[in-house]
């Protein structure tokens, strides 16, 4: 009796142990686990948001919407740099943090610049911040670097895709010049747009209807018409790519990816010379279609003069 008695406790010390090895596996396992979960949600906790490496200190933007003026609605500095927490802005311009850009979005409005029939979201250059009246010339020069992407376009009723204007340089009278020729406005034409076209990039420049005209003929806008265009080569299609465009006195040069080339250099570049400039970057979408928009990734701006 007492052997058995003996036998039945070491079996129940046995299966004693066993289950306190079994549980302390079990809750080894269970903390290990739970160990892995926690450190990728605390991997993800901390994970960085992506931000685009654009300093906007002399940039104002004007978006696709009406202000109570019912003229598009503007931001200048220092006002842009908050333009995050803007709700008028948030749904035009906005920050992707998984992309590290600034997304630039447009469609057709009411809300029209003056002279065009088309809306934009789009960055225009101040030299001096909240100031319009102080540019700069070809003399002076200047350069002006992008990393950008198409995000997103619709297409026309023929199935291609519409076109956006994605950097510019656009002209600028002087007050004395618009005094001079009787104008209303300072306005002058863009002597540089380059367009995303149907996923290739596109340069448009301007050309004197008449090589002898002089100053003050040639400040007027119909003085000038539109060249041919250049198509560069490469197909940047939905992909991320890099623009860069030089400007000096007499010259103008586009580089596309730091492998193609585009370079302006004749009488009507150095005509061009009377104007002032300033830069522009962003979506100043080409359609009035019902429905259609797109919208522009900007990863880099950099303006240096």
Do not use: C
């Not at 739970?34 to 450190?39: A, G, M, Q, V």
């Not at 749904?91 to 002279?115: L, Q, W």
């Not at 860069?244 to 006195?249: A, C, I, N």
Request: positive net charge; charged residues 30%.
């Amino acid at each position: 009796m007492i052997k058995f008695r003996k036998k039945v406790l070491v079996f129940l010390l046995i299966v004693l142990v066993s289950a306190n090895v079994t549980s302390q596996n079990t809750r080894s396992n269970i903390t290990e686990s739970d160990k892995k979960i926690e450190n990728k949600k605390k991997k993800k906790r901390n994970k960085k948001a992506k931000l685009p490496k654009i300093d906007l200190s002399h940039w104002k933007v004007t978006l696709p919407v009406a202000n109570e003026k019912n003229r598009p609605y503007e931001i200048d500095p220092p006002e842009i740099l908050d333009f995050a927490n803007n709700e008028i802005a948030k749904p035009y311009m906005y920050i992707d943090s998984t992309k590290g850009s600034i997304v630039f979005h447009a469609m057709p409005t009411d809300s029209k610049t003056k002279n065009t029939k088309y809306t934009r979201s789009e960055l225009r250059e101040q030299m001096v911040p909240g100031d319009n009246n102080v540019n700069w010339t070809f003399k002076q020069g200047g350069t002006m670097k992008g990393k950008m992407q198409m995000e997103e376009v619709t297409k026309d009723s023929d199935g291609k895709y519409h076109r956006v204007i994605i950097m510019q340089i656009h002209g600028r009278l002087t007050n004395e010049q618009r005094d001079l020729i009787g104008e209303d406005d300072n306005n002058a034409p863009p002597i540089l747009k380059i367009y995303w076209d149907k996923g290739k990039i596109r340069v448009k420049s301007k050309v004197l209807k008449n090589i002898n005209a002089t100053e003050p003929e040639i400040l007027h806008e119909d003085a000038w018409d539109d060249d041919d265009g250049f198509n560069f080569e490469q197909e940047v299609g939905f992909k991320k790519f890099t623009l860069e465009v030089r400007v000096s006195e007499g010259k103008m040069l586009i580089i596309l990816n730091n492998t193609e080339y585009k370079s302006y250099e004749s009488i009507h570049i150095a005509k061009w010379g009377v104007f002032e400039n300033y830069f522009k970057a962003g979506n100043y979408f080409q359609s009035r279609d019902e429905g259609a928009f797109a919208k522009v990734n900007f990863y880099e701006l950099e303006v240096s003069h």
